[in-house]
């Protein structure tokens, strides 16, 4: 009889894990349909789902693809060039690209395997959450009846080809599922596990501290359960050294990643009413019965919305509890006391030390600059909240597993939850499936890169140099660039080598101030002062040099070798006829190049250019309109500030500005 128990068991193991990834690629194909696997079909990574990140996946993957193999893994000379990054730090998830770079010469010229990615993650999340699921009910039904909620998690939805790589939560459910297996036989240790925590590095680092707390939790309990304390320990160094090596190898830690976005740990993070706010990125409304709420900052990137129908579910599990047995949740909590002390911090650190409640912030908690510092690793610290996240799902469906007697009751309960959850969540699905078709529609490449300067330029340069900031649409800059076989050190990855940028940028202008140009570079100014001020010495040795106007701003361009090219109206070249325009600086006194306080000084960045236009002028010409020079301050250095006589300069802000010569 024991051994029918066991065979049984097995298949519906078995069965479990085969109708919880059917019901996860059904889920994918019901919103994205076939059309992400199609491997040649990149129309949606060109053209941005949701929001653009999904191109700085994809080209990652392009210029790793054109770099010759080498060691480690996953390094790419063409991006922080010529230092060169690993596309970790583009989310191009180093595993699939490692696998698919040495299948390269047999793939086609056209080559996407992000949809194929995101198919087996949903496919991985429908098996891991029914067999975490199967741990606590014993038939098929129950199990598959709440799977729907771990396959239509919102969290996983707003993340699928958006940052794509992070649709791997399947990586927490399981940690989960295996934390769970491990208190139910008195165990430890599972190659299963093991393999899982090296794993997530080589998709994505933030799914590394997620699991091993799961991990962490399992070791410590046993660890003082059974008072052996060696063998944990043993097991989680060696898992954690094998995971340091795997990330080596993979290239998570070539060179010296220390820039990227300037949020610091508490940018990102979670705000308290993220549970049951459904207010997605760039507008998405993910409930069909709450209304959005506010937040502050980066708190979109945690977003941790639960669905009406979990809600719901967690409100009545609560309150029964509460009323027939509310010695159960203390003894709950002891019994998994290491699990609930990781769930505590994890939560704390995704909350961080600025707390955030709607559009407020209540407290910014004091941190020593050194610890923040060290929290910026994982600067988007509300996603930490994912296992907790995950455990809510679990403690919901076992909740209202375990309520009723009778099995009818239960189904019927299971029912009702999840079919609360689908309709709250349709808005948000609907939305996701509409966004998905129009960035299809939307891949005509370049999309804002139209001005006939980027056909013309294309084949005559080697590198594209990255001269100050982050480019104009940098992300179709990127895709450019590697269609094209040129490298870049422009930073739209989200990490690089800030120091070596730096002083690469810092060799470019001492070679221009010096009149000399690299034939095989294009320059791109991001900022119209520095442009001005570096376009001088090179104006007559042979190079086109002006701004190109495009859909989300403009490029300020030294292009060597192109000065008898014939362009077309979006290219405004330098010359004497070149307009002035305000400098875009503010601080807490000027706004956009308006001084706030009076409205009537205005700033331009200082240049050889500027200074013929302003030295000897009288006035500034505006849309037709003439405004008097009052006075012309340059005692702040790079700045000439000009006071007008005019009630509010800030009519000025992004106008082409002529001057008028004064009369000898």
Wanted: with cysteine.
């Amino acid at each position: 009889m024991k051994n029918m128990r066991i065979v049984a068991d097995k298949r519906t193991n078995r069965l479990l894990l085969l109708y919880g990834a059917l019901l996860g690629a059904v889920a994918f194909l019901c919103i994205f349909g076939l059309s992400p696997l199609d491997v040649t079909n990149d129309a949606f990574c060109r053209g941005g789902y949701i929001e653009k990140d999904i191109q700085q996946h994809y080209a990652g993957w392009l210029f790793y693809r054109q770099s010759s193999l080498s060691f480690p893994l996953c390094v790419t000379q063409s991006i922080n060039a010529p230092q060169g990054l690993s596309i970790a730090y583009t989310d191009s998830i180093p595993l699939f690209a490692a696998f698919f770079r040495v299948l390269s010469p047999l793939l086609p010229s056209t080559f996407q395997y992000f949809g194929w990615f995101t198919l087996l993650c949903f496919m991985a999340q429908g098996a891991a959450g029914a067999r975490l699921l199967g741990l606590f009910m014993n038939d098929l039904l129950a199990p598959l009846l709440g799977d729907l909620l771990f396959v239509f998690s919102p969290i996983l939805w707003e993340r699928a080809l958006r940052h794509t790589s992070l649709a791997a939560q399947f990586f927490v459910v399981t940690a989960l599922y295996y934390y769970f297996l491990g208190r139910r036989s008195g165990r430890y240790c599972f190659w299963g596990v093991f393999v899982l925590n090296i794993l997530t590095i080589t998709i994505h680092p933030y799914f590394v501290p997620m699991t091993y707390a799961v991990t962490f939790a399992l070791l410590l309990e046993y660890a003082v359960a059974h008072r052996q304390y060696l063998r944990p320990l043993l097991w989680l160094l060696a898992d954690l050294a094998l995971t340091v090596a795997v990330g080596w190898v993979f290239g998570l830690f070539y060179g010296t990643a220390t820039g990227g976005s300037d949020a610091l740990y508490g940018y990102f993070a979670m705000n308290l009413n993220s549970l049951w706010n459904p207010a997605g990125v760039n507008g998405v409304d993910w409930s069909f019965c709450l209304p959005t709420q506010n937040q502050v900052s980066g708190n979109y990137d945690a977003f941790a919305y639960l669905g009406f129908g979990v809600l719901a579910g967690a409100a009545v599990c609560l309150a029964v509890v509460l009323f027939r047995a509310p010695q159960k949740l203390p003894a709950l909590f002891r019994r998994h006391w290491a699990l609930c002390l990781v769930c505590v911090i994890l939560t704390a650190f995704a909350i961080s030390h600025v707390i955030t409640a709607n559009g407020v912030t209540l407290v910014t908690l004091p941190l020593p600059s050194s610890l923040i510092k060290l929290f910026s690793i994982f600067r988007s610290g509300g996603r930490l909240f994912w296992p907790v996240y995950y455990l809510i799902f679990l403690a919901v469906c076992v909740g209202l597993e375990r309520l009723p007697k009778r099995r009818s009751v239960v189904i019927a309960a299971l029912t009702v939850l999840a079919v609360l959850q689908l309709v709250d969540l349709a808005p948000g699905l609907v939305q996701r499936r509409v966004a998905f078709a129009r960035a299809q529609e939307q891949a005509a490449f370049p999309t804002s890169m139209t001005s006939n300067f980027w056909q013309q330029a294309a084949d005559r340069y080697t590198t594209i140099a990255s001269m100050d900031g982050l480019q104009t649409d940098a992300l179709h800059l990127a895709l450019y660039a590697a269609d094209l076989s040129m490298a870049t050190n422009d930073p739209f990855a989200a990490r690089y080598d800030a120091t070596t940028l730096d002083e690469q940028r810092a060799t470019y202008r001492n070679e221009l101030a010096a009149g000399t140009l690299r034939s095989d570079t294009l320059y791109l100014f991001s900022e119209e002062g520095a442009f001005l001020q570096a376009v001088e010495p090179v104006k007559d040795s042979g190079a086109w040099c002006g701004r190109i106007d495009g859909a989300d701003g403009s490029w300020y361009v030294i292009a060597p070798g192109m000065a008898d090219c014939t362009l077309d109206a979006a290219c405004i070249p330098y010359d004497e006829n070149y307009p002035l325009r305000l400098a875009e600086y503010t601080d807490a006194l000027w706004n956009k190049g308006v001084l706030d306080s009076t409205k009537q000084t205005v700033c331009f960045a200082d240049s050889p250019f500027t200074r013929r236009k302003l030295e000897n002028a009288q006035a500034i010409i505006a849309n037709g309109q003439t405004y008097q020079i009052l006075k012309v301050d340059d005692s702040d250095p790079g700045w000439l500030m000009v006071t007008l006589d005019i009630q509010d300069a800030t009519i000025l802000w992004g106008q082409e500005l002529e001057t008028i010569p004064c009369k000898n």
